[in-house]
């Protein structure tokens, strides 16, 4: 018996290797997860570095209809990570993939594993600008007015 289906919304970002060809990739592989119904990704955008460093960052927000628990949504975006060859040497290393859970339903989860809602995602407008792309209602207008600030472009549309 499956389980009712949940939206979760994942942040995804590279800035190692060819970024671009790593975000398409993980689409694909998203699409892919076992438990995943359904994928709607963003426009890609351009950032710089934020609390890291390294290259600018290609990233984009994908929405999920998926009967995955949250620990095993987890589980399958580090799947992903590792196979496109993520290491983590240290806190906020550049990457050639990072895959975040942004949301989960209503889900709230403060695990030693897993913070839901992701706990900063209303303070980066990599995150925001294509999570109110796809999803406008995710977005207050005062929490788009906190990033303003951030420089972001648009690669893709």
């Known amino acids: ?4 289906l949940v939206t979760a919304y994942v942040a995804l970002g590279a800035n190692l290797g060819d970024p671009i060809v ?3 990739k993980a689409i694909q ?10 994928v709607r990704c963003s426009s890609l955008y351009l950032t710089a ?18 009967d995955l628990t949250a620990p095993d949504l987890l589980a399958g975006l580090q799947c992903i ?8 040497p240290y806190r ?3 990457r050639l993939l990072d895959l ?5 339903g209503q889900g709230v989860i403060n ?8 706990p900063r995602m209303f303070e980066r407008a990599f995150v925001l600008i294509p999570l109110a792309e796809i999803s406008p209602e995710q977005v207050s207008d005062a929490q788009m007015q906190a990033v303003a600030g951030q420089a972001i472009t648009r690669l893709t549309a």
Do not use: F, K
């Open 1 to 4: 018996m499956s389980r009712p």
């Open 22 to 24: 790593a975000i398409q």
């Open 29 to 38: 592989d998203l699409q892919a997860l076992v438990g995943v119904r359904s």
């Open 49 to 66: 570095p934020v609390d890291s460093s390294g290259p600018d960052y290609v990233n984009a927000v994908a929405e999920l209809q998926t």
């Open 81 to 88: 990570e590792n196979t496109a060859g993520r290491a983590r």
């Open 92 to 94: 906020n290393a550049p």
């Open 100 to 104: 975040d859970i942004l949301t989960y």
């Open 111 to 118: 695990s030693p594993l897993l913070h839901v809602p992701h």
